[in-house]
């Protein structure tokens, strides 16, 4: 074990020496160190928090509070207003939405229809917020959402997730022609979201191959997209001169994105708790703040423990990357014939042998919020210390998908 890992591991040990496993801990010098990385690649420009990837209500108001960033994005409509009556005033709604409660509740209500704005790629999404919205007389803040997917061979090869139909400048600007003469909305973002380029590392270990293709296609979709989207946003201010802010971007992408001029802030959240799949790109470095401690319950033989629980799979493509990586004590692997366990998980490794039943081992989730969804709170270490436990959306009651 390197000398890193043990004093951390000895750290996390120590800490949490009163409380039973499992739990979950947020480091907050890696936290905030990692949301000042974040601020100094964004160069000025304000950072939007996904809330996606931090499900805490206490941890995205410590993120506020930090310099360079300001306002949240979230991901549905239910956690848009919930979020909004807690006393946050600027929630960007980062997906459509079907909830026609939700519609009314918002068109019926100032607070609301003042500090949220919901996410538009559809007339259709238009008429079902008017159907919706009852007698709820309020306006309606619509941001529209580019497709950032690059494009070749005539569309028949497709980079990028499927997500808005709005490819190109003048779908964007037909539909901000359709919102602005509508009655009851008002245009007042663009959001371009860049998966491929953000989310996707480019640093694969032992595939140097496939690293190098990465790398070069996102190079390439970054110019590519650069150029439409400054387009994209010309062509909607030419219909809304008073656009308040066009959003792109992502952990994985944060200083690019902010390079581009058409750009006013971005979006980022991964960047905070940093789980694994962020380990994988050559532009910058997090520092693991989110962990999640299972109990050792078995030993079954030599270079064998079986800890309980730990089955928490990410979403996305099934595949062994989206599975929990069993972190501290180092050296410790699934059983290939088991994996990650429902109810009890056995892990191989020399590192077995120096544990005992009721002793910790510490994973991080492939994904960041994700996490969240297992447990009422997380834990927060200050230096040496657990400070206090907060709640997770789940802790308060609330999942909204």
């Not at 519609?103 to 919901?118: H, I, M, Q, S, W």
């Not at 003048?170 to 919102?179: F, N, P, S, T, Y």
């Not at 007042?188 to 996707?200: D, F, K, N, P, R």
């Not at 001169?241 to 994985?252: I, M, R």
Request: proline residues 5%.
């Amino acid at each position: 074990m390197s000398e890193h890992a043990a004093a951390d591991r000895a750290r996390y040990d120590r800490a949490t020496a009163h409380l039973d496993a499992p739990l979950a801990l947020v480091d907050l010098a890696a936290f905030d160190a990692n949301a000042a990385d974040l601020a100094r690649r964004a160069g000025g420009k304000p950072i939007r928090i996904a809330t996606k990837s931090v499900r805490c209500r206490a941890l995205l108001e410590r993120a506020l509070a930090h310099d360079g960033f300001s306002g949240l994005m979230s991901f549905t409509l239910a956690e848009s207003l919930w979020l909004a009556r807690a006393g946050f005033t600027d929630v960007l709604l980062a997906y459509p939405s079907a909830d026609r409660a939700g519609y009314a509740e918002l068109a019926a209500d100032p607070k609301l229809a003042a500090a949220v704005t919901v996410m538009v790629d559809d007339v259709a999404q238009l008429d079902l917020i008017d159907a919706a919205r009852g007698t709820g007389g309020e306006t309606v803040r619509v941001c529209l959402e580019l497709d950032t997917s690059l494009r070749k061979l005539g569309g028949r090869l497709r980079i990028g997730a499927l997500r808005s139909p709005l490819h190109d400048p003048e779908q964007l600007a037909e539909l901000a022609r359709a919102v602005a003469s509508r009655p009851g909305f008002r245009l007042v973002g663009l959001m371009a979201y860049e998966g491929h380029i953000a989310g996707v590392g480019d640093t694969l270990r032992g595939r140097p191959a496939r690293s190098l293709a990465i790398r070069l296609m996102q190079a390439a979709a970054r110019k590519e997209l650069a150029a439409r989207r400054a387009e994209a946003v010309r062509a909607v201010r030419a219909v809304e001169p008073g656009l308040e802010f066009v959003n792109g971007g992502g952990t994985g992408s944060v200083q690019h994105t902010a390079a581009e001029a058409a750009v006013t802030e971005i979006a980022a959240g991964s960047g905070l708790y940093v789980p694994r799949l962020f380990d994988n790109y050559t532009s910058f470095r997090g520092r693991p703040a989110a962990l999640f401690a299972q109990p050792v319950v078995r030993r079954p033989g030599v270079g064998v423990v079986t800890v309980l629980g730990g089955g928490y799979p990410a979403s996305g493509a099934p595949g062994r990357d989206r599975l929990p990586e069993p972190y501290l004590p180092e050296g410790l692997r699934y059983d290939p014939q088991e994996g990650a366990g429902e109810v009890q998980t056995p892990l191989l490794g020399s590192a077995a042998d120096d544990l005992l039943i009721g002793d910790k081992v510490w994973f991080r989730h492939a994904k960041a919020g994700e996490l969240c969804e297992r447990f009422a709170e997380l834990h927060l270490l200050d230096g040496d210390e657990v400070t206090a436990a907060v709640p997770t959306y789940r802790g308060e009651g609330k999942t909204f998908l």
